[in-house]
T-cell receptor
């Protein structure tokens, strides 16, 4: 079974350009998470969805960032306009449904974004 | 809000030796989960071990074990018989208990472990 799929794996863009990162969660999973990893701030949650509905977007840095999950098998994270400080590795993770107090999160390979 | 602290930015251990990575956390939650994730140079996030806060018994997974001290809010990872493939960044993480919906992971800043010959 395929894991979480992210595209592109690497993205280099110029300041001011729009960037769209894509994620396909594991089939059957109903929760999806976007994390960002930087040297300065480490790994931090940006937003997560449950059953395609955003639950917590308090980690989204500012209005330049937006995330959507139009269906259970696809999510996007968009940055418009991009800035050099957005350079980071962006991870998508998904977790299955369950009634217990814990559902393991499975991470994608990440997208390394460089904004020049 | 929860916080996770890893006070060792870097550590080194010789192959076949044992090393312990430290982690402390702060939370007002009574039910929660703690994790150690490994991130090798490939940057893939790999779950190493999980501990349920309501369990007194420390979790073990082959060469990996934890020392969970709930009162002290301490959660250290012990790697026995270290192997070159253990070289990676190790992140301690916290997740509050939840039912029905999901919950986020809160990560520490990581410890870079180098296993040497």
């Amino acid at each position: 079974d395929a894991g979480v799929i992210q595209s592109p794996r690497h993205e280099v863009t110029e300041m001011g350009q729009e960037v769209t990162l894509r994620c396909k969660p594991i089939s059957g999973h109903n929760s999806l998470f976007w994390y960002r990893q930087t040297m300065m701030r480490g790994l931090e949650l940006l937003i997560y969805f449950n059953n395609n509905v955003p639950i917590d977007d308090s980690g989204m840095p500012e209005d330049r960032f937006s995330a959507k999950m139009p269906n259970a098998s696809f999510s996007t994270l968009k940055i418009q306009p991009s800035e050099p400080r957005d350079s980071a590795v962006y991870f998508c993770a998904s977790s299955p449904p369950g009634t217990s107090g814990y559902n393991e999160q499975f991470f994608g390979p990440g997208t390394r974004l460089t904004v020049l | 809000a929860q916080t996770v602290t890893q006070s060792q930015p870097e550590m080194s251990v010789q192959e076949a030796e044992t090393v312990t990575l430290s982690c402390t956390y702060d939370t007002s939650e009574s039910n929660y989960y703690l994790f150690w994730y490994k991130q090798p140079p490939s940057r893939q996030m790999i779950l190493v071990i999980r501990q349920e806060a309501y369990k007194q018994q420390n979790a073990t997974e082959n060469r990996f074990s934890v020392n969970f001290q709930k009162a002290a809010k301490s959660f250290s990872l012990k790697i026995s018989d270290s192997q070159l493939g253990d070289t990676a960044m190790y992140f301690c993480a916290f997740m509050r208990d939840h039912t029905g919906t999901a919950s986020k992971l809160t990560f520490g800043t990581g410890t870079r472990l180098q296993v040497t010959l």
